[in-house]
């Protein structure tokens, strides 16, 4: 499985996101998306990412704020990109999310409500 950090899998869901809104005009996420399981994101590319920007691995503890809070600006940052591809595509488009309860979605979805 891709971690949605990953520009890989970021660019992957961007285009079909994108393909899509190209033929409707109505995004809907729900609490998952962008959402990613705060366990998550030990696989190697993330932790050389972090490692390059902090000069040392990421904390073991899956919760630990700035680990926390760093994997969700990856997630909010990606949240931005899509949606201002999806306006280029058509600027009348509606996108609509339905985050979970804070800090219950930061914490275990790594999601921030916008």
């Known amino acids: 499985m891709r971690s949605p950090p ?4 970021g660019l992957l869901l961007t285009t079909q996101i994108s393909k899509a ?5 109505t995004l809907q996420g729900d609490d998952r998306f962008p959402a990613f399981p705060s366990e998550g994101g030990y696989e190697q590319k993330t932790v050389e990412r972090y490692q390059q920007e902090f000069n040392q691995l990421p904390p073991v503890n899956s919760k630990d704020p700035q680990w926390l809070q760093w994997r969700a600006d990856i997630l909010s ?3 931005t990109r899509v949606y201002r591809e999806i306006i280029s595509i058509n600027s009348e488009s509606i996108i609509s999310l339905a985050p979970s309860v804070y800090p219950w979605s930061s914490e275990n979805y790594l999601s921030v409500s916008l």
């Open 6 to 9: 990953q520009p890989k899998s």
């Open 21 to 25: 809104c190209s033929q409707i005009k």
């Open 77 to 79: 940052n990606f949240l």
